[in-house]
């Protein structure tokens, strides 16, 4: 049932995704605030050089000012400038914001003169450099003009945007200033319309290019590992991205790979007929009924540690490679092939970063020796982000209602799962792992999960019935709640309980 309300849900189209501007305040209604300027600010005399206010009518603070109404409706407000006149140009209005790496954004304002004895020019720059030309604000006195420039974000994950006067010039740099805006230019990450609503992805690294000489075992490891015949670096996989626990990723992979170094390579991210490689180097593998399509792109997520033996046990498939929502373990290889359900088509699959990860690995699989494969796929790597709050959004706390559970021998035990507080308007995205560890040892045992429908998520989704990743974790589930907007604000949200049977008497941890 649960699986098929997560079928469902995800059919909803989300509809038309629309660039968001990243600008606080970005239109000046809201005052003098959200920015910050290295003038002085006066909402009453802007006679001196260096001075700005945000302003419905400019000549309020400066009789010689032309009083044009704002750019927003006409009757708004403006940031209203007397331009510095002494080198260095300080900053006359700031601002930063988080950016998504490798991706296009527009920095757009509107300018106008207010004094004509010599017409504003400035400079827009971002993390300090300049985005050519100089904006040189045209005469007549009042006439709103638009200054738009590009910016590729690179490596970077903030922008400093800065709005500076080019010249020095005492009589004039006298400036209306309104309606910034900085969006993406590029869209989604991925605009699938198979998502829930409330949703899209946003671009978590720059697109990335996996060579078919990738060995997903050499992943974390220092210069000089070998394994299956082959050596770090040369045979290395790519470090593709950082990673933070629990977010949701997903996955577009296209282009081909030979495992036999053919010069033109025709097999796609999903791989061909199944092959097997056993776990080695503190990796686990691929291998009997959890073999893999050979030529497939895979990843193995990390913490900080170089992986050491013994690995993690092998991932599996309960549902098939056509998962709708996967939760790899750390130092476990998993496929993602072309992160569709299908081969080229089909629902874009889940991925649930794992408790302490922190980098994600790409690579291709192989039996042995990747050294002589040839070809590549390009992969793009998104997060699912929840619209509405305009980025990715952290729960407050999941955890357990109680810190750990005393079992009698036989006797079965009941808990729950609390996440506490759902954030106001119920808005909520979160990938969850939940393993059950004892204090001793080895033990067998059944987690079984019974979601609470009042709360709408995806469920969780049973698609490891044993982590032995953990060493002593034994039972446990793995899986991702992805809410849907408009939920019920609550002050105690069940998520979950669930029953532990079969396990022997003694005292239990759970981790999430
Ligand atoms: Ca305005
Ligand atoms: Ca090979
Ligand atoms: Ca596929």
Redesign the pocket.
């Known amino acids: 049932m649960k699986l098929l309300s997560l079928i469902l849900l995800l059919a909803w189209s989300s509809g038309a995704l629309r660039a968001q501007n990243l600008i606080a305040n970005g239109?000046?209604?809201l005052g003098n605030q959200g920015f910050t300027s290295s003038y002085t600010y006066s909402a009453t005399n802007l006679t001196p050089a260096q001075t700005y206010g945000v302003l419905k009518l400019p000549k309020q603070a400066h009789s010689l000012f032309a009083n044009p109404g704002?750019?927003?409706?006409g009757t708004?407000?403006?940031m209203v400038v007397n331009g510095a006149s002494a080198p260095p140009q300080p900053v006359a209005w700031t601002q930063e914001v988080d950016v998504a790496p490798g991706t296009d954004y527009t920095f757009s304002i509107w300018a106008c003169n207010l004094y004509g004895a010599s017409p504003s020019q400035l400079e827009m720059r971002i993390n300090g450099a300049v985005l050519p030309p100089a904006a040189e604000v045209p005469i007549p006195l009042g006439d709103w003009t638009n200054f738009s420039r590009t910016w590729n974000s690179g490596a970077s994950t903030t922008a400093r945007l800065e709005i500076l006067f080019a010249t020095t010039s005492y009589t004039g740099n006298d400036t209306a200033l309104?309606?910034f805006s900085f969006s993406t230019t590029d869209g989604p990450c991925l605009d699938d319309t198979q998502i829930p609503p409330g949703f899209d992805y946003d671009k978590l690294s720059a697109d990335v290019t996996v060579p078919g000489r990738s060995n997903p075992f050499l992943s974390g490891h220092p210069d000089g590992t070998q394994s299956k015949g082959d050596s770090a670096p040369t045979q290395s996989p790519v470090l593709a991205t950082a990673v933070t626990s629990g977010d949701i990723l997903s996955f577009s992979a296209t282009g081909s790979v030979s495992h036999g170094g053919l010069s033109n390579p025709t097999i796609p991210p999903d791989g061909i007929s199944p092959g097997g490689s056993a776990s080695d180097v503190g990796i686990a593998g691929y291998t009997g009924t959890n073999s893999l399509p050979i030529d497939a792109l895979v990843g193995v997520f990390l913490t900080d540690a170089i992986p050491t033996n013994p690995a993690p046990a092998v991932m599996d498939y309960p549902e098939g490679l056509d998962f709708e929502v996967l939760a790899p373990g750390n130092n476990q290889i998993f496929y993602i092939g072309d992160g569709l359900t299908g081969n080229g088509s089909g629902t874009r699959q889940q991925f649930v970063v794992p408790n302490g990860a922190t980098r994600l690995f790409l690579g291709t699989t192989d039996g042995f020796g990747w050294y002589n494969n040839s070809g590549a796929f390009e992969v793009r790597i998104c997060r699912l982000r929840n619209i509405a709050a305009g980025s990715r959004l952290v729960p407050t706390e999941i955890r357990f209602d109680k810190p750990a559970y005393t079992a009698a021998q036989g006797d079965p035990v009941n808990g729950s799962i609390i996440i506490d507080p759902v954030p106001v308007g119920g808005l909520y995205s979160q990938g969850m792992i939940i393993n059950l560890r004892n204090r001793e040892g080895t033990v067998t045992g059944v987690i079984t999960p019974v979601t609470n429908p009042a709360l709408d998520h995806h469920g969780i989704i049973l698609n490891s019935p044993a982590d032995t990743s953990t060493s002593t974790g034994v039972g446990g589930l793995k899986g991702s709640g992805l809410f849907s907007p408009g939920l019920p604000v609550l002050t105690r949200n069940q998520l979950a309980t669930f029953t532990l049977t079969g396990l022997p008497a003694g005292l239990y941890d759970l981790q999430i």
């Open positions: 239109d000046f209604e704002d750019h927003t409706t708004g407000f403006m309104d309606d």
